[in-house]
């Protein structure tokens, strides 16, 4: 079994330590296990490859991130909270490393790593392991007291909407 994690963000950072920590725990199982992230750390582990490793590479990240931002700004009133888009990233089903695996790992996939429209494109199992509410609610990290994910979202408490 080979087994893909995507982990978005710095791999020293919240969510992706515990990611890097179930990689290292199924390679200890014997099981082939490899990361692709857009983290500039990669622990000079050959079983860890990063998309942002060049200068270009780097720069192409910084502007993928500030796009999937960009659609939030025009929601003036809205809380300063974390909120993603995933309308701007890689697609990840062009790397060799997806190719390569039988299952694909979601983890925390924002900041522009990676471009929902990618994943509709998966043709192999996913396992989604849910570090925040993302997945969920499609928008908003933690939704706080909100449940309007759980009919449609619309008239958002954190980007101060009034419409659906």
């Not at 931002?69 to 003036?76: A, C, R, T």
């Not at 790992?105 to 790593?113: R, T």
């Not at 997945?135 to 990290?141: E, N």
Request: hydrophobic share 35%; glycine share 8%.
């Amino acid at each position: 079994m080979k087994v893909l994690h995507l982990i978005g963000g710095e791999l020293n950072d919240g969510a992706a330590k515990g990611a890097y920590l179930l990689h290292q725990g199924l390679l200890n199982y014997g099981i082939e296990s490899r990361i692709l992230t857009n983290s500039r750390e990669t622990f000079n582990d050959s079983t860890v490859e990063s998309i942002a490793q060049s200068n270009n590479q780097k720069i192409i990240k910084e502007i993928r991130s500030k796009l999937d931002y960009f659609p939030i700004m025009f929601y003036k009133k809205r809380k300063k909270i974390i909120f993603s888009t995933a309308l701007f990233g890689y697609d990840f089903t062009n790397h060799p490393l997806y190719k390569w695996a039988d299952i694909i790992n979601l983890h925390w996939i924002n900041g522009g790593f990676i471009n929902l429209r990618s994943i509709s494109k998966v043709r192999k199992p996913i396992i989604w392991t849910m570090r925040d509410m993302w997945p969920m609610t499609g928008g908003c990290h933690y939704s706080l007291d909100c449940r309007n994910y759980e009919k449609g979202c619309g008239y958002c408490e954190q980007l101060c909407s009034k419409s659906k």
